[in-house]
């Protein structure tokens, strides 16, 4: 079955250090790939999504491309803000309309 | 993309009672999920809801516990019954558009952060 892993957090960065969010993924076929963020006492907000690969979404400073021959699809954002503390989660989607399988959630704090 | 109404926002109740959660979108969408999201964790299916249909319900959930109605296109509820603290988590719900509205992914509601005690 499909399965996201992400790198392990919490992570603590200074205002405006580079942020890499590591994820990987397990899927048959051809998935979507979203970033989705967790602002605190928030639902989720779609961050960036790549539907196939090579694809680069982004959004808000925030990147991340689609890359099949390593099946990753790392978050990186070169200069975080203090607005950017939440939580982030990878996710992807197989067939059409199928349901999301979400990663394990990095908690991102950072420091002015 | 959808944008979806979900309330309440968050409640505390009684072990042994159940709350019902209601989700409201603002066009018609196919497949409507709700996910339960417990302290620290990530998020996870409980169900998928089908309209005219029974809800298909992911291993570890059942229709008992977490009953779902889908009257029509645009409207759900889970009912969280009989419930214990272990009950206590953020449930929200979540569309996918389609036609044009498919490429931009899931979309979810604000969530609905429940106590129980």
């Known amino acids: 079955g499909n399965s996201v892993t992400q790198m392990e957090g919490p992570v603590t960065l200074s205002e405006e250090a580079f942020l890499t969010i590591n994820c990987t993924y397990t899927?048959?076929?051809?998935?979507?790939l979203f970033w989705y963020v967790q602002y605190p006492g928030e639902g989720l907000q779609l961050l960036l999504k790549?539907?196939?690969?090579?694809d680069k979404g982004s959004n808000k400073g925030f990147e991340a491309t689609y890359r099949k021959e390593t099946t990753s699809f790392h978050l990186e954002k070169g200069s975080v803000q203090v607005s950017d503390s939440a939580v982030y989660f990878c996710a992807l989607s197989g067939a059409s309309g199928s349901r999301l399988t979400f990663g394990e959630g990095t908690q991102l704090t950072v420091n002015p | 993309s959808a944008v979806i109404s979900q309330k309440p926002s968050r409640d505390i109740c009684q072990r042994g009672t159940s709350l019902t959660i209601q989700c409201q979108v603002d066009s018609q969408v196919t497949m409507m999920f709700w996910y339960r999201q417990q302290p620290g964790q990530s998020l996870t299916l409980i169900a998928t809801a089908n309209q005219g249909s029974e809800a298909t319900y992911e291993s570890g959930f059942v229709i008992d516990k977490f009953p779902i109605s889908r009257p029509n296109l645009t409207f759900s509820t889970l009912t969280v019954s009989n419930m214990s603290p272990e009950d206590s988590s953020i449930y929200l719900c979540?569309?996918?558009?389609?036609?044009?509205?498919?490429?931009?992914?899931?979309?979810f509601g604000s969530g609905t952060r429940l106590t129980v005690v």
């Open positions: 979540s569309v996918r558009g389609g036609g044009q509205e498919f490429n931009y992914g899931y979309t």
């Open positions: 790549a539907t196939k690969a090579d």
């Open positions: 899927a048959t076929g051809y998935p979507s």
